[in-house]
């Protein structure tokens, strides 16, 4: 998944950008308002970080014009006081979860999570595709109950395809939701990434459909509609 922080302390940025990446994700980081906004606004990105405290424009501000404009990704804000306005005002604004500061990673960690997971129809922390089950909470893929050896990349690909699972999604989708805005973008690279996955799990798994991208699916040839 492909996430947005925007948060103006340089050191906690850095250490949500670390936790994140460790956790699997492409981490795009915005260090105030303003560009945190054009970011999301402009970008398509499976969640949102975001502090309310920042320069430029503020978070409440950011998620308003967001939300205002059809942006609907999930938002976690910060909050620098544990103060239920600014509770209040986060989530009438649109965020989908908040986190006061201080805060461990772990919990943020889990808190988006949860809202990756909800955002894409999913209640569990698990999700399976046949023989394939995703544990989210520990970034793991097992085949058959047997623990699958990925990248990062295969492991960021693979994820994002189980979670939109019996969908056709676009190698552009793809390219967008994979890498973060420095990486050097080539959608080609994503067949070969789709090539190594298909080797590493299951070949009929991972259904090409020509024209239009893959689609990871649980019976093969057949209509899933999941
Ligand atoms: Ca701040």
Redesign the pocket.
């Known amino acids: 998944m492909r996430l947005l922080v925007v ?3 340089r050191d906690l940025a850095r250490q949500l950008h670390s936790a994140l990446t460790d956790a699997g994700h492409a981490v795009d980081l915005a260090h105030d308002g303003a560009e945190g906004h054009f970011l999301g606004d402009t970008e398509p990105y499976d969640g949102v970080v975001l ?1 309310l ?2 320069p430029e424009m503020d978070g409440i501000t950011v998620l308003q014009r967001w939300r205002r404009d059809g942006r609907d990704m999930p938002v976690l804000i910060l909050t ?1 006081r544990d103060r239920w306005s600014d509770k209040v005002s986060g989530i009438d604004a649109g965020a989908d979860d908040y986190l006061a500061k201080p805060f461990h990673m772990e919990e943020m960690l889990a808190r988006i999570r949860a809202l990756l997971r909800r955002a894409a129809g999913h209640a569990s922390n698990e999700i399976q595709c046949g023989p394939l089950r995703l544990d989210i909470a520990a970034s793991r893929v097992s085949l058959d109950g047997q623990a699958v050896t990925l990248t990062a990349l295969e492991f960021r690909l693979l994820s994002y395809l189980m979670h939109h699972q019996g969908k056709v999604i676009s190698r552009t989708e793809l390219v967008e939701h994979l890498y973060d805005q420095d990486f050097d973008k080539d959608s080609n690279t994503i067949e070969v990434f789709i090539g190594r996955l298909r080797r590493k799990t299951r070949a009929g798994l991972i259904e090409t459909v020509r024209g239009l991208g893959y689609r990871l699916t649980s019976s093969p040839g057949g209509d899933d509609k999941a």
Do not use: K, S, T
Request: glycine share 14%; charged share 55%.
């Open positions: 948060e103006d302390d502090d405290g920042l620098a």
